[in-house]
């Protein structure tokens, strides 16, 4: 079993959809949590942390679930300038910041 | 604004040569990482530093060899290119080794091994 999971897609949704991805983490003593946004044949780069309560960032929701042991993004009013691979980012425990990535989901939002 | 900067872009081996992936940072950040990324797999980190003179294996180290002579560089050497180590190479660094700093990535070097 793959340590973090994500469902590869795609998702196509149109203009002004809203949006959600899952993913899930299989080592509960996961400390931290990110989604990465890597638009094709780029290099990844951060959308949000993903705190406990959960949190915002103007059309983008994170939120964890420790019990369940999975994180969600929300996209709303999605954007053409959405598409692009989302990745699920999980730190685990331990002192250096090794990060362990999903495989990602890919999104195209079509117009 | 540089950032990390991977040189080279694009490279083609052939099964048994080595070659060295250059990977350089201007922001002072003292936690650098090699990771590849494989269709269907995912970034996987082959190896780490959390700081000059200090490195560390990954998940996926084996036919790879690093250096962390200065805080700035983090070379990535391939001993004897096989065709398993065709993938697209990303170096990344981050503030510190500690913590939850975002990760800073390079543009990428796309390896093919034939």
């Known amino acids: 079993r793959k340590e973090v999971e994500q469902d590869p897609g795609p998702f196509n949704v149109p203009e002004g959809a809203t949006v959600a991805f899952n993913c899930t983490y299989s080592?509960?003593?996961?400390?931290?949590f990110f989604w990465y946004r890597q638009d094709c044949r780029k290099e990844p780069k951060l959308l949000m942390s993903?705190?406990?309560s959960g949190n915002e960032d103007g059309r983008f929701t994170a939120q964890l679930n420790r019990a369940s042991q999975y994180i969600s993004l929300l996209i709303r009013d999605s954007k053409l300038s959405d598409s692009a691979t989302y990745l699920c980012v999980v730190k685990n425990g331990g002192a250096t910041n090794k990060l362990i990535f999903g495989t990602g989901t890919l999104l195209a939002v079509q117009p | 604004n540089a950032g990390v900067t991977q040189t080279p872009k694009f490279q083609v081996l052939k099964t048994g040569q080595s070659m060295t992936l250059q990977c350089a940072q201007d922001m002072n950040h003292e936690y650098m990482s090699w990771y590849r990324q494989d269709p269907g797999m995912g970034l996987r980190l082959i190896h780490y530093?959390?700081?000059?003179?200090?490195?560390d294996q990954g998940e996926v180290p084996n036919g790879y060899n690093v250096s962390r002579s200065t805080t700035e560089d983090f070379p990535l050497r391939l001993l004897s290119a096989a065709p398993s180590q065709t993938s697209v190479y990303f170096c990344?660094?981050?503030?510190?080794?500690?913590?939850?700093?975002?990760?800073?990535f390079g543009n990428g070097t796309r390896l093919t091994v034939t």
């Open positions: 990344a660094s981050s503030y510190s080794g500690t913590g939850n700093s975002p990760l800073h």
């Open positions: 993903v705190y406990s």
């Open positions: 530093s959390v700081g000059a003179g200090i490195t």
């Open positions: 080592n509960s003593a996961s400390q931290s």
